[in-house]
């Protein structure tokens, strides 16, 4: 009969210490060599059971998370405000971005866990904003702000990035990936060459997932993203 006790003490210390020294803590104690073979088969297969129904919480989160971002990508009717032409913009998910001179900031309301900007020269036809294939011409860089998906989470941006890369291979264009910092907090920055030819820029800060969509041709979006703060 496989006995509990022994195989609790050797699931918990199993690639702690080596196998040989439980073994002997276990013979001094008068335990038998045959319970502790079989106790040490049944410890292994909860190991097993553990790491994979791990495994399996982890990758269920990656594809939640991936197909969450894949939904915030697409392009989505719009409620918009009027536009904020101060040099600052300030939003209600703590954080603040730099406006160019000549630009402006329109936030789509129709979302509020999640937040859209598009930041655009003045009196840009707000049309616009659902051709992407026009951000680049247009000098339009859209913001999308949704809260930290991996929060007090020391792999965050390995996960985010492997989901960025994961997608960015979907696209069926060849693109180039750049590591970036914006204000102490990581970024990715994903190139696409034509057909796509888009910006996809990904900032993980403490609070919020950045991800910023403009056009290779635009000067103002490197300006614009540079200038994000966390508050």
Known sequence: MIKEEIVFYLKSNLGKF?????????????VSEEDIKDALKAAKRAQSRERFGRFLMVLGGLALFSSVVFIFLRPTRQR????????????????????????????DQRTKRRETVFFCQKGTDPSTFLDQSLYGQLG?????????????????????????????????????????????????????????????TYILGSKNLYIFLTGPSNPNGPVIIGSLREI
Do not use: C
């Open 80 to 107: 918009l405000g009027n536009p904020i032409t101060s040099p600052v913009f300030l939003s209600p998910f703590a954080y603040t971005l730099h406006i160019p001179n000549g630009y402006e900031a329109v936030v």
């Open 18 to 30: 080596p196998f040989s020294e439980l073994k002997a803590q276990l013979l001094s104690e008068g």
């Open 140 to 200: 339009i860089v859209r913001l999308k702000t949704l809260p930290n998906p991996f929060p007090n989470d020391i792999s965050a941006f390995q996960k985010l990035s492997q989901i960025v890369i994961s997608r960015a291979k979907t696209n069926r264009s060849p693109f180039q990936v750049k590591p970036l910092e914006v204000s102490n907090m990581p970024g990715l920055e994903i190139d696409f060459s034509p057909p796509a030819s888009k910006i996809l």
